[in-house]
């Protein structure tokens, strides 16, 4: 199904492969950044990955600017805010995300407030709301889930008003992402197994949405290939430095496809669980996944059932009836799902992940009023989000 018109849009220089991040320097200087500030958090600096990113400085003759390296698990208003104080005092002129969604999404914020020095971060809050380009920012992955060193997104939560702010900009794209697998090789097998369920989340959700094209079909199906194939090898062996750069390219790549054609109901369920109950996002992706491929069935069931050849293969595409591919790919990624479980311990229902039976109203509430809801091909109602919820408890 070919759109009538369509954009895709992804300005962001990508470097793939083992010990690239020694560019870094090199990257930097021709942005005209001299005093980079890294933001990054502890679990990272526990990694020892802080240490890697300062040693390809070592002989560039750049100095490091400041290193922020406590941004929280969901980035906050008053995080961005700190750090771009300390942007401000050490006289920084570019940026550094070291790490996953959180360090990449703060590191954005903190972008838009070193960049416009007006207002406050609540007033860029929205879509397009952001005039003219930022400061350079170049983004390494420390997990391989997000995408975040290609989109246009940033997530920034609100403590006081319990509220997570999205900010959506190409303004807000990175200028450069560094793949290198050595960022990655020490994350652990369930940390492995949930962000790799999110890019999977990511490449699906595009490849169904309304704002499908061609090309964010093309990032997503080659995603979808990558992570069924990779993802068992890299929690089998961490350690394994090509499923870790191939995972890697994945996430990038579903990263792009999202960005470009967005994501649906999968997400506004997971935004709203991490909302209520602070389920990690990667688990409520890898729990709600299938749910909302099935949910989705009355309006694309023909379109899902295509996701069965990257992620099945030829020979199962081949064999299964056309009528039936969309329930099959279902049926293999519960399959999938329980190998994840059994493997690196990723829940599959909500009960398992923390969810108490009382919270899935408020849950519910939170996800039909989220903003992902606006591409997805089937409408959900209360009662629906309900009932859904009911099935993933």
């Known amino acids: 199904m070919l759109p009538s018109s369509f954009e895709f849009h992804n300005p962001v220089k990508i470097i793939s492969g083992y010990k690239v991040l020694d560019n870094l320097p090199y990257e930097l200087s021709q942005m005209g950044a001299e005093r980079p500030l890294i933001i990054t958090d502890r679990g990272v600096v526990e990694a020892g990955l802080v240490r890697i990113v300062r040693s390809a400085f070592d002989s560039s003759g750049m100095t490091i ?126 940390i492995t197994a949930s962000t790799g369920m999110d890019a999977l989340s990511h490449a699906m959700e595009a490849w169904v949405g309304l704002q499908k094209n061609p090309l964010s079909d093309a990032h997503a199906t080659a995603a979808i290939t990558l992570i069924r194939h990779y993802l068992p090898l890299a929690i089998a062996d961490g350690k394994d430095r090509t499923a870790r750069l191939a995972l890697a390219n994945a996430s990038c790549m579903a990263g792009a496809a999202f960005s470009n054609s967005m994501v649906g109901m999968v997400h506004a369920l997971g935004h709203a669980a991490g909302a209520v109950c602070h389920i990690p996002h990667g ?37 299964t009836p056309s009528a039936q591919r969309a329930d099959r790919l279902i049926a293999l990624l519960v399959e999938f799902q329980r190998f994840l479980k059994e493997k690196a311990g990723l829940p599959m229902r909500l009960k398992d992940a923390g969810v108490r039976d009382d919270q899935l109203g408020a849950i519910a509430l939170k996800a039909i009023n989220d903003g992902a809801l606006m591409m997805n091909p089937a409408e959900m109602d209360m009662d629906d989000a309900r009932r859904l919820l009911a099935e993933a408890f």
């Open 283 to 319: 688990v409520a992706m890898g729990i709600f996944l299938p749910h909302g491929l099935r949910y989705n069935l009355l309006k694309r069931a023909d379109i899902i059932g295509e996701l069965l050849l990257p992620f099945a293969g030829a020979d199962i595409y081949a064999a």
């Open 65 to 190: 600017g400041a290193v922020y390296d406590d941004v929280p698990p969901d980035s906050s208003v008053d995080t961005v805010n700190a750090i771009a104080d300390v942007y401000r005092k050490n006289q920084c002129d570019s940026l550094v995300a070291v790490g996953g969604g959180s360090p990449i999404d703060t590191a954005k914020g903190v972008n838009i407030l070193v960049s416009h020095e007006k207002g406050t971060l609540k007033d860029y809050m929205g879509a397009d709301r952001l005039s003219g380009p930022l400061k350079p920012l170049v983004v390494v992955p420390t997990t391989a889930g997000t995408g975040s060193e290609v989109t246009l997104v940033a997530v920034i939560a609100d403590t006081r008003d319990n509220v997570k702010m999205a900010f959506v900009s190409r303004h807000l794209m990175p200028d450069v992402a560094l793949l290198d697998p050595r960022m990655t090789l020490t994350m652990p097998a369930k």
